[in-house]
């Protein structure tokens, strides 16, 4: 009965190469976050959506954009990922800004 | 500049026993203070959380204390149990709802 899904588990993918992380959440939330946590670190913010507004954090790199085509699903996308892009990628979805965010299994990257 | 400082950044405790974890913080404007479990290979889940007109708030095992004056807040966890063995991350919550978390600390309970 997990609420917010993402797939796959765990990716490899090569350096330079373009990966598409997904998430999905059956909550109906207006809210959907993603976070980069590098090993042994806090999760970072990278961006999030209201509904459709899309809403980047000034430090996120060029490299990552993303897209919520519904509300259900939303996607994180890595144009060129380089060796430092490996990390766990959490997705997390909330009924507004002041509620309480949920948090998915997270998906971890590698780059080789 | 590290907004939420959490330590300390790895603990040991002897089951039965209380570990505590200690936060602080910079921004006097963040509006709510939540604490996150993780195990490894999981994504963070909601704990416990306190806003900043209330001193301490308790559910079952774990209480948050919280010192407005001191901009301090610390989780306790009474009666340790290895099922507790996690990385625990403090948060803060800014006025648009953006988290700023902690370090984290890496909780081991021995048997």
């Known amino acids: 009965d997990a609420m917010v899904i993402q797939n796959p588990r765990y990716q490899v993918t090569q350096f330079g190469k373009p990966v598409t992380l997904s998430c999905s959440q059956t909550l109906n939330h207006n809210v959907m976050y993603w976070y980069q946590q590098k090993s042994s670190q806090a999760p970072k913010l990278l961006f999030h959506y209201y509904d459709k507004d899309f809403n980047n954090e000034a430090d996120t790199p060029d490299n990552f954009q993303s897209r919520r085509p519904n509300t259900s699903f939303c996607f994180l996308d890595i144009r060129s990922p380089g060796l430092g892009d490996a990390a766990m990628y959490l997705c997390?979805?909330?009924?507004?800004?002041?509620?309480?965010?949920?948090f998915g299994q997270g998906t971890r990257l590698t780059v080789v | 500049q590290q907004q939420v400082k959490q330590s300390p950044q790895s603990l040991i405790v002897q089951k039965g026993g209380i570990s505590i974890i200690n936060c602080a913080y910079e921004n006097t404007a963040f509006d709510y203070f939540p604490w996150y479990q993780q195990f490894p290979g999981k994504g963070p889940a909601l704990l416990i959380a306190i806003r900043p007109d209330v001193s301490e708030k308790k559910e079952g095992r774990f209480t948050i204390s919280f010192n407005k004056s001191a901009k301090q807040f610390s989780l306790h966890i009474m009666d340790s149990q290895p099922g507790d063995s996690a990385t625990y991350f403090c948060a803060a919550r800014e006025e648009t709802g953006k988290l700023i978390f902690g370090q984290g600390t890496t909780l081991q309970v021995k048997p």
């Open positions: 997390a979805s909330g009924t507004g800004f002041k509620a309480e965010a949920f």
